[in-house]
């Protein structure tokens, strides 16, 4: 079926409207309309190929919520007008250990992404949410919870499970001292996540304006992470730190922060390594620095249930699909509260839908 989108065509150009097929839905599919389409940085990375490895035209965009419009026979648990959600994977090799359990994220054969492929098999480029439809293997779909805004469901899909994961992994909880490093897409999320699992948490921040925005969000306290007499105030203080900074940081102050035993996970990518950090801090404490990538689909559906029980959303400002080049630009100056999310009608009145 032919379907419409923004793509970029080469690193330098800008993204502009696309024309494309996507595959009719088999057996196994489930069609989606798209109504909302989250902005992350990683659709700015890849689609300007600074990871390297993108293929070009590159369509971006894996933090989808839209409406069923099919399902293929063999389909049980969608049906057509359901409010569905696709976040970064649309398939992996749903055979090796991990995929076994339920951790598609780290499959061994490489799963796919939900752009830039490669498709399992075929080997061919994904394109993405930034699009009016998509097609997708039932397993890949989660499902929205019934009353949630769809717009702000929509960075869920990447912001919302990257940081939940972790903070489930390493089992945050009531009584615990949590610090977040960074207030931006990933770090709003994981303030209000660490909140709702019944954290205290601190934010740590370069920018002392963001403090009354920090204490909304769910922190009972901010650190200016650029004081070295606040850091040192902190240390040995915090059972778990999620750190979503994407720039290279000395790590060495908020491993300081950590109690005996503590861990800090790191979910930011940044495109230059991080200043090794001094092994001492580590030994001393039994410290931990760990990674941590998206989640599973069956973790990612916990992940919207917990959301739709705390009334947990991100904080979004809608931009038109024709707005997604300045939307880039602002988003590389932090200038945005705190998740562009593309409003799909806006694609659609474009083609005169
Ligand atoms: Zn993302
Ligand atoms: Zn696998």
Known sequence: MHAHGYAAQSA???????????????????????????????DLHTA????????????????????????GAEVTKFKVGDAVGVGCMVDSCRRCEPCNSGLEQYCENGFTGTYNGPEQGTGANTYGGYSDRI?????????????????????????????????RHWRVGPGQKVGVVGLGGLGHMGLKLARAMGAEVTLFTTSPGKEADARRLGASRVVISRDPEQMAAVAGEFDFILNTVAAPLNLDPYIQALKTDGAMVLVGAPSEPHQSPGVFNLIMRRRTIAGSLIGGIPETQEMLDFCAEHGIVSDIETIAMADINQAYDRMLKSDVKYRFVIDMQTLKDELGH
């Not at 300007?48 to 965009?61: D, N, S, Y």
């Not at 779909?141 to 009353?147: I, T």
Request: net charge negative.
């Open 135 to 167: 097609t997708v293997r039932e397993e890949f779909v989660l499902r929205v919870p019934e009353g949630m805004d769809l717009a702000a469901a929509a960075p869920l899909l990447c912001a919302g499970i990257t940081t939940y994961s972790p903070l």
């Open 48 to 71: 300007r190929g600074e990871w390297g490895g993108t293929r070009f035209p590159c369509v971006p965009g894996h933090e989808i919520v839209g409406r069923v419009t099919a399902v």
């Open 12 to 42: 330098d150009s800008p993204l502009a409207p696309f024309h494309f097929e996507r595959r009719d839905p088999g057996p196994g599919d489930v069609a989606i309309d798209i109504l909302f389409c989250g902005v992350c940085h990683s």
